[in-house]
């Protein structure tokens, strides 16, 4: 698992997703960062599927239940993350819709 | 993992790479508002597919747990998706903490799993997961626990304080370099966990806690890096794909953030502010202001025909957007042309003030940048600043021996009428004065910027309808 | 390749992974003409370090040969790289030629090396690398005979062509499958290469010599992919990223090539152009235009504010690019303003227009985009189209039965006076009619674009010193 | 060498990279779009290592031939490309020279 042939690919992808990555957020409108924090937080709760297979393999205790806590931590960022970002962008429009009472 | 690998791996090496697509494809599309909520479509699925893959992997055999596991993260995650949007900073933070715990846990047990079998790079990568993610986790606890005025917000600074932290983070890497060498000895394991908790501690104390957003988008860098050095750790390139990803985008946000504040990058990277620049300078000289009521500012802005609407921090603290939204729509059936002026850094987050004024469902096109709006101000009948401060600061254009020279403003002095919302003279988060206050053109309304709008709101409906 | 790699194999992927950064930059520094020269050092650095890493190939034991091949590849390259710049189309063409042959080449040479030894996958990937390489070794041959007028430019069609070729096609890919299945099948393997080679023919035949540039660029598309394909066969990773670079800009550049000229990309695609769209409409009916001699337009264009030049084909066949610029200083030592309007498919080659009068030393900051220029012609006094005839064709805008119909076009009719050089009235590469030259406003002046306009540059000089 | 582990590596790789290259190439200025042809087509003769590494192992006669035909066609796309992107980019200049005499 640890050959350094995986290790040189692992290199090239990093490079390559930190270069998109740069490409890409430059390009974010200003006007959405607040949004853009919360959904690269819930993208980065990816890290959700190497808890899973930590509790799912079920090595030993240790693994089992440092990786319960992950799995836990991470969802509650995914779900957590998804839902405000929508909420947030739900609230952006462009053009003043059929006036909704303003809330109090 | 072999080389050749089993059938299921590889169908879950696919999902990986259709999920890593849709997640790029997810931050491209939140180049503009309008394409902004496929973006969000594209990474839920995203993640869903690789949810789904990784339960196909082979070696799974305790469902139940990870069911458990993934319903509790659930019930936590939405109540943590529901906080009212002034909460979204510490929120973010709290999120940061959860996502490098984490890390933090899964690399922690795949040490203990793998130990003493561990290549050398593949522990020194473990090493820098685990000291990355530990600080991560304690430093984004304390950045929520100062936003949320749990903790004490005034930065906590002693002498020596840079040289404690520095042979602290020493400590911690004398640790990795030991354990690279010797990856059999298990019991130093658990202490370079703990500095690195205790680091992130140190981290934040000498921080005030206006100093935060700019911590928290750097503290949003860490966790996206060591998430991807857990990539490398467990050889899954969605993860390092994801944590780069993540990676790059804390980073360019806290180097627009340093840059809209005329901070250097460097300074912020190694967490040297705080350091109170300028002591509230207080040239103590009680020079005149002008006052006004909120009759008369309603009157003066009934009779604009330009008006620029500056909202800055003390609106977000007031919550006062839903009010001005109100002014919005009673200044724009009387024919005033309203639009507001967004400084980068208004507010306490990249993009505080859109978040807030499109809440109370401000639509966007209204929302102008600094760079567009600034040649605007001149022509401007009225500029309404409210709850801004250092943002609208014309010393950082005059006066060289200003903390904050330099730093791009919005040029509301130039406006024929200016008129500033806020409770009192304090100075805002810089700490320092605020000449525009004392400008002949310059009318202060002194009071909370709810109350203040809704009695100007009141008077424009009141004279007419 | 084992899993656990020797250390000079590390050395080498690592000199790798920065030729690919070093690739990648490359590219992205071509975005502005300011570091577009540091583009090419990064490139040729890249490019070095990439050449130097392979000769630490441990297997290599013939270093002599290499340096052979070497030398004789540079000896034919520096006359490639210093061709004229009108042959640039060619010599564009001809280099797709060689590197599809190089990995045409090495994909065969791996197959019998390998063969029967090869999974299923990496003989479909290598049958691609194959076909993509050699149907782009025989087009861009003829697409380089036909651009140097070796072969005739005419168009060669026939009943059925589109089913003999896809038959002939399909040919190639079931003679593709059937190794896939059966990778020991050797004496197939020429067939495939052969048909492939056949194929690249006959889909350039149909081609007229002036769709050529919307051909090489998606040779271009296809050579990058089949060098991609051949990083997958021999594990290469800096191979697939340098392919995928390129056949994304072969790509991107047809995209806005067929969009420029208002084809669907689909219809380029499947090689379907070339099928002369209307017959030189040909309305016979001898309107009159009106002409002008060099001296009278000597005149108008000294007696001018603003004028416009408008490039076409028709100076890059001339070769008229030297004398525009004499023009240009001319006129501008008058006091007259003088831009350049750059249609992006003037010429035959995507900025053919930009190379040519860069290359005749005109600033690049007087070449203007059609977007960006085209608001600017009401107000100009006279618009000097040179050897440009579709880009400036009115029937675009307002003639909804045009082949050409939708086609975003320079809006030189909108100027005060129009002069178009061209020698005759004929149609240009769309074949069609050009209302522009019987407007009020027009002056034809017939002639070639080079001595017409050395003619007005030197009544201009004459007249004043 | 050909494990499905390398190759679905290889894919991540393409994929990635062909998204750097769409976002890179769709912002390369118009104006130096055919220096733009010339110079991909010197960074595509990187097929050349391929080549090299045929003729320096020289496993057969029929693959050192193909490999050193193939080492000089890509080499002479090297140094042909770069030459005359290096060329044409030269001549862009954004403000006037030294009036230099037009050429004849
Ligand atoms: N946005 C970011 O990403 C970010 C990140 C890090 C740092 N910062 C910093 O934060 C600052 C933002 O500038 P800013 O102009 O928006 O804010 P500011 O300079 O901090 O000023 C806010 C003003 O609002 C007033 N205020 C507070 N509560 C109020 C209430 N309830 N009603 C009315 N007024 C109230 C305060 O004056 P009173 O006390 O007199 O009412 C204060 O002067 C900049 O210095 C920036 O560098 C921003
Ligand atoms: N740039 C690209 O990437 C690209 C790619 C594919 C296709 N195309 C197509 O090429 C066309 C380009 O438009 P264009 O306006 O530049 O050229 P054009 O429409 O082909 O017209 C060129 C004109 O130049 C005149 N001409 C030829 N030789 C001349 C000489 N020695 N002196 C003076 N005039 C001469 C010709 O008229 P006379 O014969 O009367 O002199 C002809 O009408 C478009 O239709 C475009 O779609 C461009």
Avoid at chain 1, 4 to 14: D, E, G, K, V
Avoid at chain 1, 32 to 48: F, G
Avoid at chain 2, 364 to 369: A, G, T, V
């Amino acid at each position: 698992m640890n050959s350094s042939s995986n290790l040189i690919n692992a290199l090239f992808i990093f490079v390559l997703a930190g270069f998109i990555g740069f490409e890409v957020i430059r390009r974010v409108s200003p006007l959405l960062h607040t949004p853009l924090m919360s959904l690269t937080n819930a993208l980065d709760a990816i890290a959700v599927v190497g808890a899973i297979v930590l509790v799912g393999e079920h090595k030993s205790t240790l693994s089992a239940v440092f990786g319960f806590i992950a799995v836990v931590a991470a969802t509650s960022n995914i779900v957590g993350g998804f839902l405000i970002t929508d909420r947030m962008l739900k609230m952006f429009k462009s053009s003043r819709p059929a006036a909704k009472p303003a809330a109090k | 993992m072999t080389a050749e690998l089993a059938g299921s791996q590889v169908v879950i090496e696919l999902l990986y790479l259709v999920a890593s697509v849709l997640f790029i494809l997810s931050l491209k599309w939140m180049s503009s508002p309008t394409t902004a909520r496929h973006g969000i479509w594209a990474g839920e699925i995203g993640m869903l597919l690789a949810i789904c893959g990784t339960l196909l992997h082979h070696g799974i055999v305790d469902y139940r747990l990870i069911a458990i596991g993934l319903v509790l993260g659930t019930i936590i995650g939405v109540p943590l998706g529901r906080v009212k949007m002034t909460a979204v900073p510490q929120r973010t933070a709290l999120s940061h903490a959860f996502g490098a715990l984490c890390v933090t846990l899964v690399g922690s047990a795949e040490f203990y799993l793998r130990s003493p079998d561990i290549s050398r790079f593949m522990m020194s990568v473990l090493s820098l997961e685990v000291i990355l993610g530990g600080l991560t986790v304690t430093g984004s606890l304390m950045a929520a626990g100062k936003l949320q005025e749990i903790l004490p917000q005034r930065p906590l600074t002693y002498k020596g304080q840079n040289l404690v932290n520095f042979l602290l983070l020493a400590c911690a890497v004398v640790i990795a370099v030991f354990l690279v060498l010797h990856p059999e000895a298990k019991s130093l394991f658990p202490f370079m966990v703990l500095i690195a908790l205790a680091f992130g501690v140190l981290l934040i104390i000498p921080i005030g806690g206006a100093d935060m957003p700019t911590v928290i988008s750097l503290l949003n860098g860490y966790a996206g890096l060591s998430a991807a050095a857990m990539g490398f750790v467990l050889n899954n390139k969605l993860l390092i794909i994801a944590g780069a990803l993540d990676g790059s985008s804390g980073l360019i946000l806290s180097i627009i953030m340093s840059k809209a504040m005329n901070r250097s990058f460097t300074n912020v990277l190694f967490g040297a502010f705080g350091q109170v620049q300028a002591p509230a300078a207080a040239g103590e000289e009680a020079r005149p202001v002008r006052s006004a009521t909120p009759e008369e500012a309603a009157a003066i802005l009934s009779a604009a025909n330009k008006v620029i609407i500056v909202p800055g921090y003390g609106m977000a603290v007031a919550q006062a957007q839903h009010k001005v939204r109100e002014l919005y729509d009673a200044l724009t059936k009387r024919g005033v042309d309203v639009r507001f002026a967004i400084h980068p850094v208004a507010g306490r987050m990249p993009g505080h003030m859109n978040v807030l004024l499109a809440e109370a469902d401000i639509p966007y096109d209204r929302l102008i940048e600094m760079d567009e709006i600034n040649g605007d101000f001149p022509q401007t009948d009225v500029a309404l600043v409210i709850g801004a401060n250092d943002v609208t600061n014309p010393a950082a254009r005059t006066d060289a021996s200003s903390p904050i020279y330099g730093m791009p403003i919005l040029d509301v002095d130039k406006a024929h009428t200016v008129m500033v919302i806020k409770r009192s003279m304090n100075p805002g988060f810089a700490g320092i004065d605020n000449p525009l206050y004392y400008l002949d053109n310059t009318l202060m309304l002194f009071g909370d910027a709810k109350a203040f709008v809704g009695s100007i709101v009141r008077e424009l409906s009141g004279g007419h309808g």
